[in-house]
């Protein structure tokens, strides 16, 4: 069923200002309020008298509304002062850290791969070779697997190499349909699983950063293993009639540039400048022609210091996908959204199509020394084709808010956040990772 309401960028622009009005008024009466004349300095006529009933009155709705708000994150702000009084996070820190700070071991949790650990060792054979790597594993045999070797320098003062590989196993997961308006309860599951391994040319100047690569993946669809959902390959006659493209998997070779270029003022918990990045990428299936296609990725953030660290966040992100000559797109490839692939408030990968835009809004405010907390607004859909079909209706939306962790260095440590979306509410935790790329 359609979302019929105002469009996406009037409702994010409408925000941003009721957010920047707000924002400015608490400021401007906190600066009254220093300068306040004592009460009985002034004449009677302009002493304070405090709300009049009718105006406490007019105030209660918005307080009803906000109590619930102001409860959480005063609790998490309570959590936050607890747990930094023990210095639980410091010293689990400096136990997982080497004397010589270039061997960290990191334990991790994200909500698409399981819990695990990243491991990170600097100078490894030389000086400025970095390596890589992550384990993840999950219920029914899920595993997510990572290494890489990078050397920024290796090459020369601005240019070096990466080469990575990495395994996934994902045995349950949703699929719903192709397009903006799939439907929740034709769910179905299937099993995910991929092997790739990538090359890449790297060269930074200043900053920007340059990546040029190959890729090799080779990728298995089978039934899945959650029992209480009908698997992909037993339901596309019944729900896909159409047909869905990629359903054994293929091998593929692909050539990605990427560009990044950012001006933010940190990389933990940026307050100023903003974060462009553009990527290319040119897929074709090894051993047939029934799959090649084309894909262009934008993604831009911006960050606004507002006041008494107070930051506003803002993100665009698009991706348009063709197809080459012709070569169809495996259903996998195609763009999404859901979860950790933006509109936190649906389920992972909840809509697919060839294209997709999104945008979101966040408005953070530093509680702690190493605690943020956050409310965010995004709304996004995906198209079959964004630049001819183009519309603003049937846009979804999602909100919620959360606490962000964060370590002595700027790095992430942990999130807990709430998002609400038309379908369900979720709640989401990453360990030592970020949720929803924001």
């Known amino acids: 069923m359609s979302e019929k309401r105002m469009n996406g960028p009037t409702l994010v622009f409408v925000i941003t200002l009721i957010s920047v009005l707000n924002f400015g008024n608490s400021c401007l009466a906190q600066q009254k309020e220093k300068r306040k004349i004592p009460s009985r300095q002034l004449p009677i006529e302009e002493r304070d008298q405090g709300d009049s009933f009718i105006e406490n009155l007019g105030e209660l709705p918005g307080d009803i509304v906000t109590l619930p708000f102001k409860i959480v994150f005063k609790g998490l ?45 600097n100078d490894i054979f030389k000086r400025g070779m970095d390596f890589r790597g992550s384990a993840y594993f999950g219920v029914r045999t899920r595993r997510n697997l990572y290494a890489g070797l990078r050397d920024s320098q290796l090459l020369s003062s601005r240019f070096g190499l990466e080469a990575a590989g990495f395994y996934a196993r994902l045995p349950d997961e949703d699929f719903f349909g192709i397009g903006n308006n799939a439907v929740a309860e034709r769910e179905t599951n299937y099993l995910y699983e991929e092997r790739n391994f990538k090359f890449d040319l790297l060269s930074k100047i200043g900053r920007n950063r340059i990546a040029v690569g190959i890729s090799y993946s080779n990728t298995d669809i089978k039934k899945g293993r959650d029992p209480n959902k009908p698997t992909l390959q037993d339901s596309v006659d019944t729900f896909f009639p159409e047909g869905i493209p990629g359903l054994t998997g293929a091998k593929m070779w ?37 799959f090649a296609y084309r894909k262009f990725t934008l993604d831009l953030r911006r960050y606004t210091n507002l006041f008494y660290k107070r930051v506003l966040a803002l993100r665009f992100r698009a991706e348009i996908t063709n197809r080459f000559q012709n070569g169809q797109i495996p259903f996998y490839r195609l763009a999404a959204l859901g979860g950790q692939f933006g509109l936190r408030g649906y389920r992972p990968v909840r809509f697919r199509d060839r294209d997709a835009m999104l945008g979101g809004i966040e408005y953070r405010w530093q509680v702690h020394t190493w605690a943020i907390a956050y409310g965010f607004f995004e709304e996004g859909r995906v198209f079959s084709d964004m630049l001819e079909d183009f519309s603003f209706d049937d846009f979804r939306y ?17 999130v807990l956040e709430i998002a609400k979306s038309k379908e369900q509410i979720r709640l989401n935790f990453g360990l030592n990772t970020e949720i929803g790329r924001f």
Do not use: C, M
């Open 254 to 290: 692909s050539f990605q540039i990427k560009f990044y270029h950012h001006t933010r003022n940190e990389t933990g918990h940026p307050t100023e400048g903003g974060e462009t990045f553009i990527a290319y990428e040119f897929s074709d299936q090894i051993g047939g022609e029934s």
């Open 398 to 414: 999602t909100f919620g808010g959360g606490l962000r962790f964060r370590g002595q260095d700027g790095g992430l440590i942990a």
């Open 77 to 121: 702000g309570f959590a936050a002062r607890i747990i930094d009084h023990h210095g639980v996070l410091l010293r689990v820190s400096d136990w997982l850290t080497s004397e010589d700070e270039k061997t960290k071991v990191r334990p991790s949790f994200t909500p698409g791969s399981g819990g695990g650990f990243a491991f990170r060792r």
